[in-house]
């Protein structure tokens, strides 16, 4: 059964060393329950971006909270690089396993599947492949002479999104992010955040269940206002490019990162 | 009569790449590109050709996916996908795109955001157009430090897309699929062959006969600066506006 739990709870559920699946800015990144995890004092987590990841990610890296990040890329987009992604490169202070946009969704898919690996076109002759042991070319067995890369399945003890609405039974809206349902399906447990819980079952409506994560995923649910925020949600709120421009220039160095995180935290607990 | 503006020249020229195509994909974050394919798509209305799709990745209005991240990957994968725009911090003479990192992999002393899916669609899309404003040995490098994708693939590696011209604020390059390097075709107004063999960073070939890039005619013209930006700035409202002040400081 869904539990219904506290942000702090939530957060709580997401232990040192797990491998962690996010979602991207805009497409449902629980930035406001970072500030929990961080609290929550949580390390060494290995990171899995579906496919790319952002604000949230930077932020627990520059917390020091990631030891490793599975990604294809890490930026703040319209608002340029990520800045502790790029210092904690430059360190050293992180391994970093660099990967392409459908090699991670492959990697989510054949853990959806329950299969070892799915083989994907593109990749041969990139050093994307050539940094990555861990991804090996085999013979297309159907076919002569025709090489092609097997990912092996991405599985991440836990997940974490934010979403507009969930009901009573545990049923999370994530309308047509399909990304979202991929990390559910691909983890062994589930965290989300919402925008508000509702009493009315999100199944009942046969026009948008479809859009539904059903409660089978869904291991705990926390209710958390604009939990998205400074990114936007779809259908609920635009995104605040004022506050993730702020958060760029702050976090260039480690003490304007720290001083940011502060009154970012003061400002989600008001 | 009037002239077109630096980034109109680079709009127009965008349409005539991709001419032809049936759907064109474009990154969130690239107006220009994004201008290109409006202009393309509004032009082929107008001679009554075959519609074109857009589909902007990350824009709510003109994105047709429902299945989320993976359904573009998996359209272009069975050839759904006709063109796509691809940059890089560095573009080297064989077509290699770097969008990683300079120095050396994985403590790289610049990082960028990371290849995206550059390591798939490159292999698979088969116009993807290079696109980078600035023009410079620091970007147009001999050798790209790490290959996020490669511009040509060996005999028997599945290889359908790749690189069909690269496009500066300079100039625009076709590729030779079949030697694996570019060919300098045309300059844009205010630059000469002399200044883009100076600031290139690798060899290349020369067409016979270097023109000047192509300009749009007084018709097209309008068109860019009345449908094309009013479309335009539902998506890219600020770059809507660079646009507009920029064609109203030339006619002044």
């Known amino acids: 059964m869904t539990a219904f739990v506290s942000p ?4 709580a559920r997401i232990k040192s060393g797990a491998k962690l699946a996010v979602p991207p800015d805009g497409s449902g990144a629980s930035v406001g329950l970072t500030k929990f995890i961080i609290d929550s004092g949580v390390r060494d987590l290995h990171l899995v971006c579906a496919p790319i990841g952002g604000l949230q990610v930077d932020m627990l890296v520059g917390a020091g909270a990631v030891s490793t990040i599975e990604t294809s890329a890490v930026s703040l987009g319209e608002a340029g690089g990520a800045p502790a992604f790029i210092r904690a490169i430059r360190q050293q202070t992180i391994r970093i396993m660099d990967a392409t946009c459908p090699a991670m969704l492959t990697g989510l898919v054949a853990a959806q599947k329950g299969v070892p690996f799915i083989p994907m076109r593109g990749l041969i002759g990139s050093d994307i492949l050539r940094t990555r042991p861990d991804w090996t070319v085999i013979d297309n067995p159907y076919a002569k002479d025709d090489p092609i890369v097997a990912i092996p399945a991405i599985r991440p003890d836990v997940c974490l999104f934010h979403a507009p609405e969930a009901d009573r039974f545990g049923n999370v809206r ?24 509702v009493e009315t079952s999100l199944l009942s409506d046969e026009a948008s269940a479809a859009g539904v994560l059903p409660s089978l995923y ?13 990114n936007g949600l779809w259908g609920e709120y635009e995104a605040d490019a004022d506050e993730i421009s702020r958060y760029a220039a702050a976090a260039r160095t480690a ?11 003061g400002a989600m607990a008001q | 009569m009037t002239e077109a503006t630096a980034r109109e020249t680079l709009i127009f020229t965008i349409a005539r790449l991709l001419d032809g195509v049936r759907h064109v994909a474009v990154g969130a974050s690239s107006p220009i590109p ?6 393309l798509r509004a032009l082929s209305e107008q001679r009554g050709g075959e519609p074109v799709r857009i589909s902007i990745l990350g824009s709510a209005e003109h994105n047709f996916f429902t299945q989320g991240a993976s359904e573009l990957f998996d359209c272009a994968a069975q050839g759904r996908i006709d063109a796509f725009f691809l940059g890089g911090g560095q ?25 995206f899916g550059s390591a798939f669609l490159y292999y698979v ?20 430090d790490f290959i996020s994708a490669p511009g040509t693939s060996p005999p028997g590696v599945y290889r359908v897309g790749g690189p069909h011209a690269l496009l500066t604020g300079a100039a625009l390059f076709s590729f030779e699929g079949d030697k694996g390097r570019f060919r300098l075709d045309s300059v844009h107004p205010g630059h000469t062959a002399e200044e883009i063999r100076a600031s290139t960073g690798f060899a290349f070939a020369e067409a016979p006969q270097i023109k000047p890039t192509p300009q749009p ?3 097209t013209l309008a068109l860019l600066r009345g449908r094309i930006l009013d479309e335009l700035a539902e998506t890219y409202p600020q770059f809507a506006e660079v646009l507009h002040a920029d064609a109203t400081g030339m006619a002044a």
Do not use: C
């Not at chain 1, 702090?8 to 957060?11: F, K, M, R």
């Not at chain 1, 047509?176 to 819980?197: H, K, P």
């Not at chain 2, 994004?34 to 202009?39: D, E, F, I």
């Open chain 1, 8 to 11: 702090s709870e939530l957060a």
């Open chain 1, 174 to 197: 994530v309308g047509r992010r399909g990304e979202l349902q991929l990390i559910a399906y691909a983890s062994d447990i589930t965290l989300v955040t919402v925008e508000r819980i």
């Open chain 1, 218 to 230: 869904v291991s705990a649910v926390a209710e958390l206002k604009h939990g998205a925020w400074p």
């Open chain 1, 255 to 265: 003490e304007g990162f720290d001083r940011y995180m502060d009154a970012f935290s």
């Open chain 2, 34 to 39: 994004a201008a290109g394919a409006m202009l």
């Open chain 2, 91 to 115: 573009i080297d003479g064989a077509g290699n795109i770097n969008l990683v990192g300079s120095g050396d992999y994985p403590n790289s002393e610049v990082r960028w955001p990371g290849s």
């Open chain 2, 125 to 144: 899309v088969p116009r993807v157009i290079l696109f980078r404003e600035e023009h410079s040995p620091r970007v147009l490098v001999e050798k790209v």
């Open chain 2, 217 to 219: 005619d007084q018709a």
